[in-house]
């Protein structure tokens, strides 16, 4: 239970919640720090994960740029010039789009690398979506050294955001350490 004060309020923290993978961002981090590099990212069916996620990271501002959520075709193609006719026939869910996504996003703002990622969390009957997977890219000084596709489990939407995340820093912590910059 809260009290007001003035016009600030006081809440009882609730318990730490550990959605995000710690370790391997805090690696993340590491690598980019000890290289004077820096990230950005680009979003959709994370939602806003990614970064909430590495923000968490200490020293954050040191590597991190900021990023971009764009949930729909009107908004990705405005903010992120993806290619509108590719994007419109695949349900803005493919390589390309996470490639141009990562690509623009690095350029929007001025990072070494970027990840992005879009996909489906929830099944899309309607579409014929039933499995659920996602599309993510990793660019360096805007060219791609990863895209592929990650596949969950059918659980709540908020868990499969949550396990991309952490699936998608996994992977792009393992394209740092093989990348000897």
């Given at each position: 239970?809260?009290?007001?004060?003035?016009?600030?309020?006081?809440?009882?923290v609730p318990q730490q919640?550990?959605?995000?993978n710690?370790?391997?961002?805090?690696g993340?981090?590491?690598?980019l720090?000890?290289?004077?590099?820096?990230l950005?990212?680009?979003?959709s069916?994370?939602?806003g994960?990614?970064?909430?996620?590495?923000?968490?990271?200490?020293?954050a501002?040191?590597?991190?740029?900021?990023?971009?959520?764009?949930?729909?075709?009107?908004q990705?193609?405005?903010?992120l010039?993806i290619?509108?006719?590719?994007?419109?026939?695949?349900?803005?869910?493919?390589?390309?789009?996470a490639?141009?996504?990562?690509v623009?996003?690095?350029k929007?703002?001025q990072s070494?690398w970027?990840i992005?990622?879009?996909?489906?969390?929830?099944?899309v009957?309607?579409?014929?979506?039933?499995?659920?997977?996602?599309?993510?890219a990793v660019a360096?000084k805007?060219?791609?050294?990863?895209?592929?596709?990650?596949?969950?489990?059918?659980?709540?939407?908020?868990?499969v955001?949550?396990?991309?995340t952490?699936?998608?820093?996994?992977?792009?912590?393992?394209?740092?350490?093989d990348?000897k910059?």
């Open positions: 239970m809260g009290y007001c004060a003035g016009t600030s309020f006081v809440l009882n919640i550990n959605m995000y710690l370790t391997t961002i805090n993340i981090k590491d690598i720090v000890s290289r004077n590099e820096t950005s990212m680009a979003e069916v994370t939602s994960h990614l970064q909430a996620a590495i923000s968490l990271a200490s020293m501002t040191a590597f991190y740029q900021g990023g971009v959520s764009a949930y729909n075709l009107n990705k193609t405005r903010l010039h290619d509108p006719v590719h994007a419109l026939s695949c349900n803005c869910v493919s390589g390309k789009v490639e141009e996504m990562a623009n996003v690095s929007l703002f070494d970027a992005a990622i879009t996909g489906y969390a929830a099944p009957p309607d579409l014929g979506i039933h499995d659920l997977f996602s599309f993510f360096y805007g060219e791609i050294q990863k895209v592929d596709r990650v596949m969950a489990k059918k659980d709540d939407p908020l868990n955001q949550v396990f991309y952490n699936e998608v820093f996994r992977l792009f912590l393992a394209v740092l350490t990348t910059r």
